[in-house]
C-alpha cells in the first residue's frame, strides 16, 4: 500500500444472511477504491447502497468474504485493533450519555480510549472551541438541542487525534446553520492535522465539498470521481423553467416528471421548476414545448445531485426497475382519496394560530407566534434546532398543551377538545411509530383499530392503502425489516388510515436520498390536490420548495412568513433570482446573531442566477 493512500480496497465483497427469508443479500459487490491521505472522500446512495457496511469494514467492525482492505498501511483482517486504536468513528446512532454533562462525555470516551491525562486539557479546550460547547461543559447532554448533540458526539469521537476520521451520516436531523459549523470543523481538522475524512451523507450539496465522491447503488460503485466530473454527466441538460402562471411550480414538475421518455428528474426551485433532460436535444420535442407552454427556458449549471440523478436512472433502466412506475403509483393517492376533499372549499381555514405561548418553567420555547393554514395547503414548519419549531408542531398535534393563545384545528378547538381534533389528523414521525416486530397488516389493523376502524371498513382502507402505497405482497414482513423507503410509505399508509383533514409530517425524509424524497413528495402533493392539508417539518430545506407558505422560527419567535419567494425577499435578496431556500434560511436565521455569512453560502450553494 502506498503511503499516499489511507484506504485501499480491492475485490470486497461482503454477504450477508436475511434470517427471515433465507435469503443470502450481497451488501458490498467487487469494490474497489483508493482514498488519498489527507483528502475528505464521501459516499452517497440510496438505503441499502452498502455505505455504512463499507464503512464499518473499514472500521474494524465488519470482515469481508472476499478481497482485501487496508487501511492506514494494516489489513484489516489481520489487524482490526490496532487499525481501532488509530482511527476514529462515528456512527449513525453515537452513543452519548444523556444524563451525563457534556465534561462527563468528554472524560468517559478520554478514559476509554485511553487519552492520557495531560494530553487531555490541551484536546478539550481545542475541540470546545472548534465546537462552540466551551459555554455548556456542565449541561446535561439530554438537555442539548440536536446540532449541539451532534457537535458533542463529533468532540468525543475526537478526543483522541486520529489518523482517519469515519462519519456515517453525521448530519442527520441536522439543521442548515449546525451542518455548515460540523463542516467547519471536520474541515479545519483536516487542514490542521492532515486528517483523513470519509463521510456517508444523503446531502449531495455535502458531498459537494469533498474532493472525490464514490455513488453506490445495491452494493456496487456506480462512479466515483471528483465532483465536477460527476456532475458533468447531467451537462447540457439542465434547465429552469421559468412559469408566468398561477399555478403552484410542483403541478408542472408533476407534468414533467410524467414524461419519462424525456425528463430525468424535475423539482421546484424559487417558484419555477428545475429540471434535467433525458438528451440535451430533448429540448426541442414537440411534447416538451406542450407541457412548458408559455414559460421561460434558461440553461443551468449542472450540480452533483444532478449527475446523481443522471446515474441512478441509468442503473434502474439497465436493471429493468422502473422509477417512472414508482413516481406514477404516487400520483394515484390522488386517483382514489376524492373523498378527502370534501371540505367546504379550498379556502376554509383548516389551522389557526394567534398568540400562541409555550413554556418550560421560566423558558419560553413559542412566543405570542400566529398564523393560518388553508384546506389542501402544504405548510412547512422550519427552524434551527431549538428555534421553537418541535414545539409548535406538538402543539398543533395535540400532543402538548398551550400555555396561552388560541389554537383551532380542523374546526376544533385544541385547548378544549383536543380529543376531537386527534379524530381528523393524521401524524407520521421521523422515526415512522411503527412496531417493528408486527408484520405490515399486523400494524395496519393495530393503528386501524385506534383510530376506530372496524371490520369491513377497516378491510377496505387496509386494501386501499396497500395498494396506494404499493406494499402488496409485503403483508407478513416485519416492519422492522423492511428498507427505509418501505417503512416511510408503511408509515405514511398507516397515518392515512383513517382519512384525516389534517396530515402532520415530522422530518419524515430524514436520512432518505434524492430518489426516495422524489418519490415521497409526489405522494404528498397528491394528497394536497385532494384537499388534505400537509403541515411539515423538514432540515432539507429544498424541501421548502414544494411548501405553498413556510414559516421560519427562531427563539421561540417567528421570523418569517410566506410563500418560499416571498421569504427569499424576505431575506434580503433580489426577487427576479433563482433561489436556495438553504441559503434564504441561513440568512434569516443570522440576522441578529454572529453572522457566519461566508461559510454558510458556501454550503447553501450559493446559485442565484437572475431570472
Not at 440510496?46 to 455504512?52: I, S
Request: aromatic share 6%; proline share 4%; charged share 25%.
Amino acid at each position: 500500500m502506498s503511503d499516499a493512500h489511507a484506504v485501499v480496497g480491492q475485490h470486497l465483497h461482503k454477504r450477508f444472511l436475511d434470517k427471515e427469508s433465507g435469503r443470502t443479500i450481497h451488501a458490498l459487490k467487487e469494490i474497489n477504491l483508493e482514498i488519498p491521505v489527507g483528502s475528505i472522500t464521501a459516499f452517497v446512495g440510496p438505503d441499502g447502497a452498502g455505505k455504512t457496511t463499507l464503512i464499518r469494514m473499514m472500521a474494524g467492525l465488519l470482515r469481508c468474504e472476499e478481497g482485501s482492505l487496508q487501511v492506514l498501511g494494516l489489513d484489516v483482517a489481520q489487524h482490526p485493533q490496532q487499525i481501532q486504536d488509530r482511527i476514529s468513528y462515528m456512527p449513525q446512532r453515537f452513543g452519548l450519555y444523556e444524563d451525563l454533562s457534556v465534561q462527563e462525555n468528554l472524560d468517559l470516551y478520554a478514559d476509554l480510549h485511553g487519552v492520557p491525562a495531560q494530553a487531555r486539557e490541551e484536546r478539550y479546550r481545542r475541540l470546545m472551541e472548534m465546537t462552540g460547547l466551551a459555554r455548556f461543559t456542565e449541561r446535561p447532554a439530554g438537555k442539548l438541542s440536536g446540532g449541539m448533540k451532534q457537535k458533542l458526539g463529533l468532540a468525543c469521537t475526537l478526543v483522541r487525534s486520529p489518523q482517519l476520521l469515519l462519519l456515517d451520516e453525521p448530519t442527520v436531523g441536522v439543521d442548515p446553520l449546525s451542518r455548515v459549523e460540523l463542516w467547519e470543523i471536520v474541515e479545519q481538522l483536516r487542514r490542521d492535522e492532515q486528517l483523513t475524512v470519509i463521510i456517508s451523507t444523503a446531502y449531495l450539496d455535502e458531498a459537494e465539498r469533498c474532493s472525490r465522491v464514490y455513488v453506490m447503488h445495491e452494493g456496487e460503485i456506480l462512479a466515483q470521481g471528483a465532483p465536477d466530473a460527476l456532475s458533468a454527466h447531467a451537462q447540457g441538460r439542465c434547465f429552469m423553467a421559468v412559469s408566468h402562471e398561477k399555478e403552484p411550480a410542483r403541478a408542472l414538475q408533476s407534468r414533467l416528471l410524467d414524461t419519462t421518455d424525456l425528463v430525468v428528474d424535475a423539482v421546484p426551485q424559487g417558484g419555477h421548476v428545475r429540471f434535467i433532460l433525458g438528451e440535451p436535444h430533448y429540448r426541442d420535442e414537440p411534447r416538451l414545448q406542450s407541457i412548458l407552454g408559455t414559460a421561460d427556458i434558461q440553461a443551468m449549471t449542472p450540480r452533483l445531485e444532478d449527475g446523481f440523478m443522471v446515474l441512478m436512472r441509468q442503473r434502474l433502466q439497465h436493471m429493468g426497475h422502473s422509477h417512472e412506475a414508482s413516481l406514477a403509483a404516487a400520483t394515484r393517492v390522488s386517483a382514489s382519496t376524492g373523498e378527502l376533499a370534501s371540505g367546504t372549499g379550498e379556502h376554509e381555514t383548516m389551522i389557526e394560530v394567534r398568540d400562541l405561548v409555550r413554556r418550560f418553567g421560566d423558558f419560553i420555547a413559542v412566543n405570542s407566534t400566529s398564523f393560518a393554514v388553508a384546506r389542501g395547503e402544504i405548510f412547512g414548519l422550519l427552524g434551527p434546532n431549538g428555534a421553537g419549531k418541535t414545539t409548535t408542531f406538538r402543539m398543533l398535534c395535540g400532543l402538548l398543551p398551550a400555555s396561552s393563545g388560541f389554537l383551532q384545528v380542523a374546526g376544533v378547538n385544541l385547548r378544549t377538545a383536543r380529543a376531537d381534533a386527534r379524530r381528523r389528523i393524521g401524524y407520521v414521525s421521523q422515526k415512522f411509530s411503527l412496531y417493528g416486530n408486527l408484520s405490515v397488516m399486523e400494524n395496519l389493523e393495530f393503528f386501524g383499530g385506534a383510530y376506530g376502524l372496524r371490520g369491513k371498513r377497516l378491510r377496505q382502507r387496509i386494501a386501499t392503502v396497500l395498494e396506494q402505497f404499493e406494499l402488496e405482497g409485503l403483508e407478513r414482513t416485519p416492519s422492522g425489516h423492511l428498507p427505509g423507503g418501505f417503512k416511510q410509505r408503511l408509515a405514511m399508509a398507516v397515518g392515512l388510515l383513517h382519512e384525516p383533514d389534517i396530515l402532520f409530517l415530522d422530518e419524515p425524509t430524514s436520512g432518505t436520498d434524492p430518489l426516495a424524497r422524489r418519490e415521497f413528495w409526489r405522494r404528498i402533493t397528491a394528497l394536497a390536490e385532494t384537499g388534505v392539508t400537509i403541515i411539515i417539518t423538514t432540515h432539507f430545506l429544498d424541501e421548502a420548495e414544494y411548501c405553498d407558505r413556510i414559516v421560519i422560527q427562531d427563539a421561540g419567535e417567528l421570523k418569517a412568513l410566506g410563500t418560499p419567494r416571498e421569504v427569499w425577499v424576505q431575506a434580503g435578496h433580489r426577487a427576479d433570482s433563482f433561489l436556495n431556500m438553504e441559503r434564504a434560511f441561513i440568512d434569516i436565521v443570522n440576522q441578529g446573531r454572529q453572522p457566519s455569512a461566508q461559510a454558510a453560502s458556501e454550503l447553501a450553494g450559493s446559485e442565484v442566477v437572475h431570472a
